[in-house]
């Protein structure tokens, strides 16, 4: 039994704000620490429950954060960017299952440190369904057939994710209490959490479908400004929607999807003040 575990910063446990997650500044390298014990814990039940291989894809910013010489030394790392699939990087049909770590609601939502790939971006769609990291990963890992098995993070993510995948588990290590203030389990609680609900993730495997894509899905990103819209639409094959801020892209699969989405927030994030 394969494992994919992709791990986000922003839903770690006592991470409040963007002194955490932002490598230039000064809780960042304690947030690195917590980030990999949390990444254990799951790691540790997982491989007591029996399963042979755990992939663990580093998702957060340049997704270099996760300690490698302190990760679980039986489970592999990928680390660095740049990636053709960032988030999900090496995700396909080997895997009993997947679990998203550190993840945060979407953008315009409530929830600690919430967006959704680039404060540049307003909304996702998937046709007509709006969708934020979370939900976009969900999708490149339907397209497998791979179940999002536990997703872990707020309060907020937790309940967006109950949203989008029946009978998923949830391990809410924080509660929001605004946008950059929470209320966190300790680290060893927290792990604890992990722990008990990855085991029962993997117990209930068979209760949780994949969340299957459109097998043609039509992108829409909308931007926060003209100008990201702009940017994003010099991507060949997309459509700025007259009096808007949506580009649309008809993709041939959630794949291609994907890394449209990837390419037209690279340049939408070109975009300047003045």
Excluded at 101 to 121: D, E, I, N, P
Aim: aromatic share 8%; with cysteine; glycine share 6%.
């Amino acid at each position: 039994m394969n494992l994919f575990l992709s791990v986000d910063m922003e839903g770690i446990t006592g991470l409040p704000d963007h002194t955490y997650v932002d490598s230039h500044k000064l809780n960042y390298e304690r947030a690195r620490r917590i980030m990999t014990e949390e990444a254990n814990y799951v790691i540790e039940a997982a491989y007591k429950f029996g399963c042979e291989e755990i992939l663990v894809n580093d998702s957060h910013s340049k997704m270099n954060n996760l300690l490698i010489d302190e990760i679980h030394p039986e489970a592999s790392l990928i680390t660095g960017d740049v990636k053709p699939f960032s988030m999900v990087q090496d995700l396909d049909e080997s895997y009993i299952g997947a679990m998203f770590l550190g993840y945060h609601a979407r953008a315009g939502q409530k929830g600690v440190m919430s967006h959704s790939m680039t404060f540049g971006v307003r909304n996702f769609f998937i046709d007509d369904k709006i969708v934020g990291e979370l939900g976009f990963n969900a999708y490149v890992a339907g397209h497998f057939g791979v179940p999002v098995l536990m997703v872990a993070g707020d309060d907020q993510a937790c309940a967006e994710a109950e949203q989008l995948i029946e009978n998923v588990v949830t391990a809410p290590v924080k509660t929001t209490i605004s946008r950059s203030a929470v209320k966190a389990l300790s680290p060893r609680k927290a792990g604890e959490l992990l722990q008990r609900q990855a085991k029962s993730a993997l117990e209930k495997r068979a209760s949780i479908a994949p969340l299957k894509p459109p097998k043609h899905p039509t992108l829409r990103i909308e931007f926060t400004n003209y100008g990201q819209a702009e940017w994003a639409s010099l991507m060949p094959g997309t459509e700025l929607e007259p009096g808007t801020t949506t580009v649309k892209f008809e993709a041939k699969d959630i794949l291609e999807a994907y890394q449209a989405m990837l390419v037209m927030t690279e340049l939408a994030m070109r975009t300047t003040f003045s």
